[in-house]
């Protein structure tokens, strides 16, 4: 037993020793130290190269962010002008349908213009009625002129023989009424008889009447006169009866040329060169003012409309360059330049409002309309198609 316990402690003892001896490993040999250290510097060199090569590769598109704002939310547009009716009627013909060239000038519809082209002739003769009525007031107020003229000349020389003959008569009455006196103091002292006495008051008493007779010949004269003048008032009177009527004819004339302007409407035609986009009614239809018959752009004229964020906006400017990508055509690429900055966020235009009531805010970044100005590529660039744009805000 005892033994067994000196076994036990000497084990023990054993493996105390065993564990307080430390264990030294065995030194490597140098050549493999040496292989280590290159290779952790192969490993930095290959880092490094990795660096560069990472930093060559990404610097084209980090200087492209730091020179230009991109911009997805853009699209082409154009000047799409909407073709009303200005009248009212069926619609006769559409001469076009969408997708058709048109220069200006050429007719796009027409209206049915039976109606207006009555209405026209019926104006046309109201107006010949009214040149007839006109001509006859003419006519007649030449015949008073004629008649008036005619009678004031004779009036006038009526009233001179008038005068004449009352100058006649007086002379008369002066030798009649001398002769008189000569016999009347003869008589008195009984140198002549009573018979030549008589005979010389009968002789005064005539001339006496006839110069009375002539002086009512000059009233008579004058009256003429007077009522041939009269009558020359006739003319001013026809006058203004022609200037009332020209009011009717002019009043008919402007009416007409309503009806002109009408009828012109019915034909409905381009105003300028362009390309038809759509039509929106068909032959047989009845329109009225301002019904929309069809959609037509001039295909030279467009640009491209974007929404830049307002984190950007101050970097943009006016006439700054723009490349402009095309998402129909990803090989085409068009260039142009910023031609307007917009004044407010489209949010402004929005057809529902977005008050805040509740206070509950969540702040969204808000979007500013641009312009960029482009030019057209063999007609391929249309409204409405989606672009990406960038915009180079440092030339």
Do not use: C
């Not at 239809?285 to 984190?311: M, S």
């Amino acid at each position: 037993m005892d033994k067994v316990v000196e076994l036990r402690k000497d084990k023990d003892v054993a493996e105390a020793g065993h564990k307080a001896t430390p264990t030294v490993p065995p030194a490597a040999p140098p050549g493999r130290a040496r292989g280590r250290i290159g290779g952790g510097r192969a490993k930095l060199g290959l880092l490094i190269v990795a660096l560069v090569a990472a930093t060559l590769v990404a610097w084209p598109w980090l200087s492209h962010r730091w020179t230009h704002v991109a911009i997805n939310d853009s699209r082409i547009a154009a000047n799409l002008v909407t073709v009303g009716s200005e009248v009212s009627g069926r619609v006769a013909s559409i001469d076009v349908i969408a997708g058709d060239q048109v220069k200006k000038g050429d007719l796009l519809a027409s209206i049915d213009s039976e109606n207006a082209k009555l209405e026209l002739a019926a104006l046309d003769a109201q107006i010949g009625g009214v040149s007839a009525q006109q001509a006859q007031l003419r006519a007649q107020q030449d015949m008073v002129r004629t008649q008036v003229v005619a009678k004031l000349a004779a009036g006038e020389a009526q009233l001179t023989a008038a005068e004449a003959n009352h100058r006649a008569s007086e002379a008369g009455l002066v030798n009649a009424h001398s002769r008189f006196e000569r016999v009347n103091r003869l008589a008195s002292s009984k140198v002549t008889s009573e018979q030549v006495l008589e005979e010389a008051q009968a002789a005064l008493s005539t001339a006496t009447e006839q110069e009375k007779s002539a002086a009512a010949a000059i009233s008579a004269a004058k009256a003429n006169l007077d009522v041939a003048k009269a009558d020359e008032a006739q003319i001013a009177v026809l006058d203004r009866q022609i200037a009332v009527l020209e009011s009717q004819k002019a009043a008919l004339a402007a009416e007409r040329g309503q009806k002109e302007v009408d009828l012109r409407k019915r034909e409905i035609r381009a105003g300028f060169d362009g390309v038809i986009d759509s039509t929106f009614i068909e032959a047989g239809e009845y329109v009225g003012p301002g019904t929309r018959l069809l959609i037509y752009h001039d295909p030279n004229v467009i640009w491209v409309d974007a929404n830049v964020k307002e984190t950007d906006f101050a970097r943009l400017k006016l006439g700054a360059p723009a490349a402009v990508t095309v998402d129909a055509y990803p090989q085409l690429k068009v260039e142009g330049k910023v031609t307007r900055i917009g004044e407010a966020a489209t949010s402004q235009f929005a057809l529902l409002p977005s008050p805040n009531p509740s206070g509950n805010f969540t702040k969204i970044t808000q979007r500013l309309p641009i312009r960029i100005e482009i030019d057209q590529r063999d007609g391929l660039l249309r409204p409405g198609m989606m672009v990406e744009v960038s915009v180079d805000v440092v030339n």
